[in-house]
């Protein structure tokens, strides 16, 4: 997996104070432990991204671990899916795949370990009692009457748990601990309980499976994970973790809990359990149904790792619960498509237009997949004539003042084609529009006719019919668990159809997992589980705009009601700042110009010219520091990782530094005068106040050191500091050679050239 953690937060806070105090002296190991009683959801993507994003960052690795210690909720199913999940988001656990149940060995050992030590005994109450002396915050528990069984008499009934003498809830083994215990987690808690079921790995060897609280810090510990990373709700359970591995110790590494936000999305449910009603209930296709917030689903709806990644980058890591809003994730996912998708005709719900002066036969236009970019390449024939379809919600017989599509006498572009006028409209019984008749001007295939829209269009006859499913939002409120029933908000238009669509013929063998976008229509994903051969399954990822927001305006009475494939939402959700953009920069010309133009500059990747086209105002800025000396790679480069983030909320142009200076700082770091570490305190200082780059990095006393005796001298210095250290990477741990490294730049306060740095520290480690 990529380093996906590029920006700090507080976890690589706490890795870095780690690494610099010692307190980690080997590689940096995570895990990311699935219960494999499900299907992973989105709030999974986030923390698998995290975990092996982490590990990367420090050259460490991450663990994939299935925590299967209940037998009766666990699957083979859930554990292949799982694994395709965490590959499928570049996930790379090389050798470390591993199982809760691989240590039920060790586990037990500890077990018996804790009760001759007289820290564990097993109580044969009904859970009931157990669940009742347990207390609450308001008052203490109280102690079971099997507390002060003697170790013997323990490790006997323990013995005869594993053997199978007792049945299902007769007896639990419990840690001695606190009755009184504030944190009610303390209070003599389950370490084992009986359950004579068959496990998927061991089979009938266990009968006695041991709690999450107990396997997961032995599992953590026995792996050597450093960093075990956690959602909030497991906050409590920090001080269990750490008694369980104080008592059946020593580690070395000593494994430590952190926690972080879970991810809370709006729209959206993340509880395995109510995922699995709305699957057993049949309320959708399964756990892969496109409209589920499973991973699974969403691969098959077409969103991309990349746009996961993009949204996990966004939304950050954060040490407090709030609901993400879920604008923020479409925005990624459009961002993501916008790039892979090429272009292509599709009519959703058509309606006739006869363009009735076309006298020839039909034509064959030759259309680019991609009009925006047309260095890009690749174009395909797309039949064109008197006999055309157009969308119904293209025309209106009383049209509003903006209207820029079809209507009585006005003026449109079919898309690639010719500009076209509304001369007669011909209606069914109904009063239902079912041909509009037009004529098209034959001199306008290259000229530019201001003011009017452009619609798109398919052959009436020689398009394709194609199945096309609709998905939309699987609830109609932001916050689903809140309601009394959370299935009474399920939206009944989360999946409609277009039973009359057509499609463009160069899409009749588009190939199953393939990106598209149907021009002004959405983004669409060919179905990989049900399409065929000259069949394809479109599945539409996403709407090019946000059309919840739409729905929250008020209507316009001039404007033709939207048609029943759009449902019809109660909502009015909130837009992202990206959302508002994004909406711009599809009905903005200019911007799509702009894009092409940054697009073509030597050294400014696909994805910088994007973000950079994201509003005119950046890419302006963009340009004035290149035209001052920035080169256009490095500077693009600087702007979106770093500039945006220390300008935060403020538009770039309200900054002490102008976009000049900044062109002549990206020039200056690019220079080799100063580290990357001393270009950032560089750039900081310059974003506070005013002032040339040159004479601040003098100021600042931020030069790079290439004085070799320098740091030889602070290499020195280091060596003798961490001299345990040295000894055990000379023994044949070459891992510790980051560690080194970094205390070596931090003597240097940053400031040592680190390619002299590393040839120094090496020579002197022989």
Same mark, same amino acid.
């Given at each position: ?72 909720? #666990? ?20 050798e470390h795949l591993h199982f ?6 060790? +586990?037990?050992?500890?077990? #018996?370990?804790?009760? !001759? ?22 008052? @203490?528990?109280?102690?079971? @009457? ?93 001080? $269990? ?30 509880? *395995? ?50 609901? !993400?809003?879920?604008? *923020? ?21 058509p309606v006739r237009l006869t363009l009735v ?68 409209? !011909? ?7 079912? #041909? ?53 908000? +399920? &939206? ?46 479109? &599945?539409?990822? +996403? ?25 019809? !939402? ?85 900054? @002490? ?25 560089? $750039? ?8 040339? @780059? ?5 100021? $600042? ?43 070596? +730049?931090?003597?240097?306060?940053? *400031? ?15």
């Amino acid at each position: 997996m990529a380093d996906s953690a590029k920006t700090s937060n507080f976890l690589t806070d706490i890795v870095d104070a780690d690494l610099a105090a010692g307190r980690v002296r080997g590689p940096i190991v995570t895990r990311f432990p699935p219960e494999p009683n499900g299907f992973l959801h989105i709030g999974h993507a986030k923390s698998i991204l995290l975990n092996f994003g982490l590990a990367a960052r420090y050259g460490g690795r991450a663990h994939l671990r299935f925590d299967d210690t209940n037998p009766t909720t #666990e699957e083979t199913e859930y554990v292949e899916s799982i694994e395709n999940d965490v590959r499928w988001l570049g996930g790379d656990w090389g050798e470390h795949l591993h199982f809760a149940s691989d240590y039920f060995g060790k +586990m037990y050992e500890c077990a #018996e370990r804790l009760v !001759v030590e007289g820290k564990a005994y097993v109580d044969t109450q009904s859970q009931e009692a157990i669940r009742e002396q347990r207390g609450s915050f308001e008052r @203490p528990g109280a102690a079971s @009457p099997h507390r002060d069984r003697t170790p013997s008499e323990n490790l006997d009934l323990l013995r005869r748990m594993r053997k199978g003498e007792f049945p299902d809830g007769a007896a639990v083994l419990r840690a001695r601990i606190d009755m009184a215990h504030p944190n009610v987690l303390m209070r003599d808690p389950l370490l084992y309980r009986i359950r004579h079921a068959s496990h998927h790995r061991t089979g009938d060897a266990w009968c006695i499976y041991p709690m999450y609280d107990w396997a997961h810090p032995l599992e953590d510990a026995v792996e050597g994970v450093t960093h075990s990373i956690c959602t909030l709700e497991f906050e409590s359970n920090r001080e $269990l973790y750490d008694w369980v591995l104080d008592n059946t110790g020593p580690w070395d590494p000593r494994p430590r809990q952190y926690e972080f936000a879970r991810l809370a999305l709006g729209y959206t449910v993340m509880s *395995k359990r109510k995922l699995l009603q709305v699957v057993n209930e049949k309320r959708v296709s399964g756990w892969d149904d496109p409209r589920m917030p499973t991973i699974a689903g969403m691969r098959r709806r077409g969103v991309t790792p990349d746009a996961l990644r993009d949204f996990a980058d966004l939304i950050g890591v954060a040490k407090n619960n709030s609901v !993400v809003d879920i604008g *923020k994730f479409e925005f990624c996912v459009r961002g993501d498509l916008e790039r892979r998708s090429p272009r292509a005709l599709g009519v959703l719900d058509p309606v006739r237009l006869t363009l009735v002066n076309w006298t020839g036969p039909d034509e064959e236009l030759d259309l680019p997949w991609w009009p925006a970019e047309p260095d890009r390449g690749g174009s395909r024939k797309v039949p064109f004539g008197r006999d055309l379809l157009v969308e119904r919600d293209d025309f209106s017989a009383e049209p509003p003042p903006d209207w820029k599509r079809l209507a009585p006498g006005r003026e449109v572009r079919l898309a690639g084609a010719w500009v076209v006028r509304c001369d007669e409209v !011909v209606r069914g019984p109904g009063g239902e529009v079912e #041909e509009i008749r037009c004529t098209f001007d034959p001199a306008s295939r290259d000229a530019t006719r201001r003011g009017i829209g452009t619609i798109h269009w398919v052959h009436g006859s020689r398009s394709i019919p194609a199945e096309v499913r609709l998905y939309d939002r699987l609830f109609t409120v932001e916050q689903p668990d809140a309601e009394g029933n959370f299935l009474d908000v +399920m &939206n009944p238009a989360s999946l409609s159809s277009a039973p009359g669509a057509r499609l463009e013929p160069a899409l009749h063998d588009a190939a199953p997992g393939t990106h598209w976008q149907f021009l002004r229509e959405g983004y669409f994903f060919v179905d990989p589980v049900d399409s065929r051969p000259g069949a394809p399954v479109w &599945n539409r990822t +996403m709407t090019l705009k946000d059309t919840w927001a739409a729905r929250a305006a008020p209507a316009d009475p001039g404007r033709p009601a939207r048609p029943a494939r759009e449902p019809a !939402v109660p909502s009015t959700p909130r837009r992202s700042q990206g959302d508002v953009r994004a909406e711009q920069r599809a009905a903005d010309p200019g911007l799509v110009a702009i894009h092409a133009r940054l697009a073509a500059i030597p050294g400014v990747s696909p994805d910088q010219a994007d973000l950079l086209a994201a509003d005119a105002a950046t890419a302006a800025w963009f340009d004035s520091a290149v035209a001052a000396g920035g080169p256009p790679g490095p500077t693009a480069r600087w702007l979106l990782n770093e500039l945006l983030g220390l300008a935060g909320d403020h538009p770039l142009d309200s900054l @002490p530094l102008a976009a000049g200076a900044f062109g002549r700082f990206v020039s200056l770091a690019e220079s080799g005068r100063t580290t990357g570490a001393g270009a950032k305190a560089l $750039l900081q200082s310059l974003v506070e106040r005013p002032g040339d @780059p040159a004479d601040r990095l003098a100021e $600042l006393g931020l030069e790079k050191v290439d004085d070799r005796a320098a740091v030889e001298g602070a290499v020195a210095r280091v060596l003798g500091a961490q001299a345990a250290e040295v000894a055990r990477y000379r023994s044949g741990e070459k891992k510790l050679l980051g560690f080194l490294l970094g205390a070596a +730049m931090r003597e240097t306060q940053g *400031k040592a050239d680190p390619a002299l740095l590393r040839k120094v520290l090496q020579e002197a480690l022989g």
